[in-house]
């Protein structure tokens, strides 16, 4: 029998047969998520390589490209390949030359890991990107909040099959999904949704939930779609607080059971 590669490059997922201690002769099915290292590839340089679950490849590329600064609008990108090899999978984007040559003069060495923060950066200066803050005068629906919240783990297919997961989802105001995104590292799911929903005709009183903590990274990259309102399962750090502070986002932590609590700019929340 031949042995199976270690590197899955086309599922999200995969079954594999098990013993639980309980009852030893017994042999079952379970599903475990995949991770696999993706590289993204910018007119030919690698730039980057993340353990990522192996779908929506082309949404997270997009969202990265967005949230890294690396493009300003999706017209800078002008094509999109995705390559399995034996190893891993390879995204090619092709991007504009300006972008590319500014690209170029950041040096970078980037190797992400699941879950990974500050891989790669150089200086303390390239930590902090804070976007612009842009107006947004969104009032958000207390019962909306409290209907998608009920919505949102329902909707999660890789999460329910492997336990494994994140999700990040963009919500309505009147608390329906719009899109949702799955990925075994929290900031992939939501750079996955942000490079789904960029180009998307959504509205300024939508809003995300996201099935983890609220780092200062997921604040960061909500700016990105100016959106007012992240809601989270888990709590925020306080690095996120000041950030959300700043940009004028209501920031929900402990989002569950119908309880929540509300970190900053609360008088955007109305009954």
């Known amino acids: 029998m031949a042995k199976e590669k270690l590197i899955q490059t ?19 099915k379970e599903i475990l998520a995949e991770e696999t290292p993706v590289a993204i590839v910018y007119n030919g340089v690698s730039h980057v390589v993340m353990m990522v679950s192996p779908c929506d490849l082309e949404d997270f590329a997009r969202g990265f490209s967005i ?32 972008k590319f ?82 990925d075994v590292g929290r900031h992939n799911a939501l750079d996955k949704l942000i490079g789904a929903s960029f180009n998307s005709k959504f509205l300024k009183d939508s809003f995300v939930i996201t099935s983890s903590r609220a780092s200062y990274e997921m604040v960061q990259k909500l700016a990105y779609l100016n959106l007012k309102l992240l809601v989270a399962i888990s709590a925020p750090t306080a690095l996120a607080l000041r950030l959300a502070d700043q940009l004028e986002i209501t920031l929900i932590g402990f989002a569950r059971n119908n309880r929540y609590n509300c970190y900053t700019h609360s008088k955007q929340l109305i009954g």
């Open 101 to 182: 040559t500014c690209l170029k003069e950041i040096r970078r060495n980037l190797t992400g890991r699941t879950g990974c923060g500050l891989c790669g950066a150089e200086s303390l200066d390239q930590v902090l990107k804070i976007p612009e803050n842009k107006k947004n005068e969104s009032k958000f629906s207390i019962n909306s909040i409290l209907k998608a919240l009920k919505n949102f783990s329902g909707q999660q297919k890789i999460q329910k099959k492997t336990g494994a997961t994140h999700a990040c989802a963009l919500f309505d105001s009147k608390g329906d999904i719009i899109i949702l995104k799955e």
């Open 67 to 98: 949230t890294e600064g690396i493009i300003e609008s999706l017209s800078e990108i002008y094509s999109i390949e995705v390559i399995k090899k034996d190893n891993g999978i390879e995204i090619n984007v092709e991007i504009s030359t300006e």
């Open 10 to 28: 086309s599922h999200a997922c995969k079954e594999v047969l098990i013993k639980k201690n309980n009852h030893p002769e017994e042999v079952i």
